[in-house]
DNA sequence: ACAAAAGTGTTCTAAGTACACCCATGC
DNA sequence: GCATGGGTGTACTTAGAACACTTTTGT
């Protein structure tokens, strides 16, 4: 098994997980530690993305596939390839360098990052064999290698495809109020949007269904549920050619 | 410089260029071909995409930016990484078995691909060392590798991209007629735009201008001459997060 | 009864869409 | 003077933006 991984090439996973209590748009980082054998210094204390090498018999899908059911034991979530990274020198500072001493890697590493979109509540941690943890996306810790460059292109991408596809929804339970997709858009891009005009706009969607539930447990009025139709959605969806630049 | 090539990685190259006379979106091929040494038979015939092996020392950046510049001797050009391509069985098609038995190529390679948009009377294929020519994009030659998908790819994105960005313009002369950018986003959506709202709606933009010119040298009524300002597009230009999914 | 969040309507403005003819120029 | 492509205007519809109060429920 080990003997099949191609050492110059990796697949890094920035798995996104959305928090509809907290209303945190979260990144799930792994902790990266090292003492000293000798001093017991503290050589490397951060938190990286989960990763690996990619093996020589699977695709690039697979080995990210692979990444996120170790790491969460989930199967089946949204994922997109968003960039490569490659630059000769993305681990090369002192701190990777020690990290990297300790493991087979090629200083000359490519990844190709992908990034996942999954909810929060899905994820067990308690059962994880690494030292895995949610940050908000605005307050990551310190993190290793290019790692915090690639969390920041894959939040921009995701900025973007929110805004043309309707990937919101993999981030949300499947039965969810009006509520909470404005609280996750306001999260993702950072705006407040004007609640009536927002309802009348989601509503109004056909592949937007009301549910006849409303919310239970809650501690005020509860609100109606709702549910979104990937097949409505996909029936009635033809690229509109809207030119804005 | 050979010996620094990194042999399971690739960049490959895209090369849309627009021909303003012909209004024809085309990509730059080059020539693949292969005699058998004993029987004289024809192996291979046919054409792929520019791409070369990334050298040890560079970006992949890098990489696609010499790789057009070998090719058409052009720098400066737009261009964009879309995709990395990697299954495992990308390249083991018979045809590109007997080609890579010729040359330094490891059978599992990941190609990072790059698209670039530039005007096809920028390149001059007289002095090309390559057998380089350029075909229109709907009409496509025999292709090798995985390379028809890599096209494509780049084509579906490119559609995406214009849609959002002022990166047409890219593909036109400095000096164009609107009915120039008209027939240019037909051939590249493939749609029929109304011409008196497609003008109303350019002409408004701020940032096209135009200009104290007229077309010369053409044997009808010679139309007015607009340029695209990318400082006025820049200044005026935040993201203005419109929900449509 | 009160606190908290859910839910509701109208007016104005901007932008898209549909549609058919005249005009200026080079030859 | 005529063929060619350049250029123009209006009415309608749709969607976004701004804006503040009432209702329902659990406690």
Same mark, same amino acid.
């Given at each position: 098994?080990?003997?099949?991984?191609?050492?110059?090439?990796?697949?890094?996973?920035?798995?996104?997980?959305?928090?509809?209590?907290?209303?945190?748009?979260?990144?799930?980082?792994?902790?990266?530690?090292?003492?000293?054998?000798?001093?017991?210094?503290?050589?490397?204390?951060?938190?990286?993305? =989960?990763?690996?090498?990619?093996?020589? =018999?699977?695709?690039?899908?697979? =080995?990210?596939?692979?990444?996120?059911?170790?790491?969460?034991?989930?199967?089946?979530?949204?994922?997109?390839?968003?960039?490569?990274?490659?630059?000769?020198?993305?681990?090369?500072?002192?701190?990777?360098?020690?990290?990297?001493?300790?493991?087979?890697?090629?200083?000359? =590493?490519?990844?190709?990052?992908?990034?996942?979109?999954?909810?929060?509540?899905?994820?067990?941690?308690?059962?994880?064999?690494?030292?895995?943890?949610?940050?908000? #996306?605005?307050?990551?810790?310190?993190?290793?290698?290019?790692?915090?460059?690639?969390?920041?292109?894959?939040?921009?991408?995701?900025?973007?495809?929110?805004?043309?596809?309707?990937?919101?929804?993999?981030?949300?339970?499947?039965?969810?109020?009006?509520?909470?997709?404005?609280?996750?858009?306001?999260?993702?891009?950072?705006?407040?949007?004007?609640?009536?005009?927002?309802?009348?706009?989601? #509503?109004?969607?056909?592949?937007?269904?009301?549910?006849?539930?409303?919310?239970?447990?809650?501690?005020?009025?509860?609100?109606?549920?709702?549910?979104?139709?990937?097949?409505?959605?996909?029936?009635?969806?033809?690229?509109?050619?809207?030119?804005?630049?």
């Amino acid at each position: 098994m080990e003997s099949e991984k191609i050492l110059n090439l990796s697949v890094d996973c920035v798995v996104f997980g959305y928090d509809t209590n907290t209303k945190s748009l979260n990144v799930l980082l792994i902790k990266r530690y090292l003492k000293s054998k000798f001093t017991s210094e503290v050589l490397v204390d951060d938190y990286v993305l =989960t990763g690996y090498h990619v093996l020589k =018999t699977e695709t690039l899908d697979d =080995t990210a596939t692979r990444v996120l059911k170790e790491l969460t034991g989930l199967t089946d979530q949204y994922k997109k390839q968003f960039k490569a990274f490659g630059d000769p020198d993305r681990l090369t500072n002192p701190k990777d360098l020690v990290w990297i001493a300790n493991e087979a890697f090629n200083l000359r =590493t490519i990844t190709i990052a992908y990034y996942f979109l999954l909810k929060t509540e899905d994820v067990n941690l308690e059962q994880n064999t690494f030292e895995a943890k949610w940050f908000p #996306i605005n307050a990551l810790p310190d993190l290793g290698f290019d790692h915090e460059k690639i969390i920041l292109e894959a939040y921009e991408d995701l900025k973007e495809k929110c805004l043309s596809e309707p990937i919101i929804f993999k981030l949300l339970p499947d039965k969810f109020t009006i509520n909470e997709v404005q609280d996750l858009y306001q999260s993702i891009l950072g705006i407040d949007i004007d609640n009536r005009n927002f309802r009348r706009k989601l #509503i109004n969607k056909k592949y937007i269904i009301a549910l006849d539930e409303k919310q239970i447990g809650v501690s005020k009025k509860p609100a109606q549920l709702y549910m979104f139709s990937m097949d409505i959605y996909n029936k009635m969806f033809s690229k509109n050619y809207l030119i804005s630049m």
